[in-house]
């Protein structure tokens, strides 16, 4: 069972709510148990890091997080809505208002183009055609990439394919951002962008951030780390 | 040029699910091919013979587009997936198959069902009339109906399971 710790706490501030809550949240996989009764919270517009060993339950949490995965007990509040308690299609729902995810696997659609795959999301919630054009060229142009809109993501290098990712999550403006091992596979070159475009999207637009990391660089970056202590067996 | 780039391509979440144009073509000549046989044995064989074509057309169509809807489904269950962690929604990925289905599916049935019923009048001697128009337009909106009913039930299908 992994268990958290705080390596580098929250500076609390009186007033500020949370963007996430983890209540008493226990998970298991058959008789393998990932986490058993965690508590914690986010603050909002924090960069919080999660470090910790491969296979610790570092992805588990964060899909717990974007309700792609429900805990066995307990809850997860996100934005003040319990994302747990939501059918699946509701969650789908929320998750396109509220989060912006850049998975550790690929989730891009490799068919179609960079562009078509960072306005996905707005299709979902049924954006006009013009303001999904203004948000996703917004989007990809935050990340550096509007020369590739055209480009077939199947044809797109692991580090290119990463870009359009964070543009993805980043598309819908989305309170929450949450970022599994983003620097993971990457160049020294795109990690330094990766971390660039971090730095740039906390310091200015005060979104909660989220994310799990091995990459030093990237939870130096935070302002929380927390560590899963150990790894799953 | 492949046989399926005659046809057009859907939006990008039938391309998703890997909808492509040779997809709309194998829909369309099914279709045309069930209504071909439908409105000219209906032609030939008369008010009874439009009852059991029609029948056989729905049974056809309905059984088609509800393997086809399960199949896209579960073959493009990481690009589900993948699409439900952006926010999609089953009614959303759904809609995409069916409006592939039934617009290409009834185009062909369209196209078939007139062809059919001139192969029908060629074969058994009576002339266009009236009735003609109706075994097509029977024959057509049977084929809508099934394609309809078939992909809503095979999603239907794959999605509780």
């Not at chain 1, 562009?115 to 707005?122: A, G, H, Q, T």
């Not at chain 1, 990690?191 to 994310?211: A, H, K, P, Q, Y």
């Not at chain 2, 266009?128 to 309809?148: E, F, K, M, N, R």
């Amino acid at each position: 069972m992994a268990q958290l710790a705080e390596v580098r706490p929250a500076q609390q501030a009186p007033g500020d709510r949370f963007s996430v809550e983890v209540r008493h949240v226990s998970k298991s996989y058959g008789e393998t148990e990932v986490y058993a009764d965690l508590h914690f919270q986010l603050l909002r517009g924090t960069f919080v890091a999660l470090a910790g060993p491969i296979g610790s339950g570092k992805t588990t949490l964060i899909n717990m997080f974007a309700g792609i995965e429900r805990p066995t007990s307990g809850s997860v509040i996100v934005m003040g809505q319990d994302i747990t308690s939501m059918d699946d299609d509701a969650a789908a729902a929320f998750r396109a208002r509220t989060i912006g995810l850049v998975p550790q696997s690929q989730t891009l659609i490799p068919e179609l183009t960079a562009y078509e795959n960072v306005e996905l999301p707005l299709r979902f919630l049924k954006v006009d055609k013009d303001t999904r054009r203004r948000k996703a060229e917004a989007a990809m142009v935050k990340v550096g990439i509007r020369e590739d809109a055209r480009k077939v993501v199947g044809t797109m290098s692991v580090g290119e394919r990463q870009m359009v990712s964070f543009a993805r999550a980043l598309v819908n403006d989305p309170p929450v951002l949450l970022l599994d091992e983003p620097t993971e596979a990457l160049d020294p070159l795109m990690s330094e962008v990766i971390l660039g475009i971090l730095r740039g999207d906390n310091m200015t637009e005060g979104r909660t951030i989220f994310v799990t990391t091995h990459d030093k660089r990237v939870s130096d970056l935070a302002r929380r780390t927390l560590r899963v202590a150990k790894k799953i067996p | 040029m492949k046989a399926g780039s005659l046809l057009p391509r859907g939006g990008p979440v039938a391309r998703s699910l890997k909808i492509t144009g040779s997809t709309h073509l194998m829909v369309a000549a099914f279709s045309a091919a069930v209504a071909l046989n439908g409105a000219a044995a209906a032609q030939a064989l008369g008010a009874g013979g439009l009852a059991v074509a029609t029948a056989v057309v729905f049974a056809s169509l309905a059984a088609c587009s509800a393997a086809l809807s399960v199949d896209i489904l579960r073959r493009s269950s990481k690009t589900v997936a993948d699409l439900r962690s952006i926010g999609a929604s089953s009614s959303s990925i759904s809609s995409a198959i069916f409006t592939s289905v039934l617009a290409f599916g009834a185009a062909g049935s369209a196209v078939g069902a007139v062809a059919g019923a001139l192969l029908g009048s060629l074969l058994a001697g009576p002339a266009l009339s009236l009735s003609t128009l109706y075994g097509v337009l029977v024959v057509v909106v049977a084929s809508s109906a099934a394609l309809a009913t078939g992909t809503y039930a095979g999603g239907r299908a794959t999605w509780r399971s």
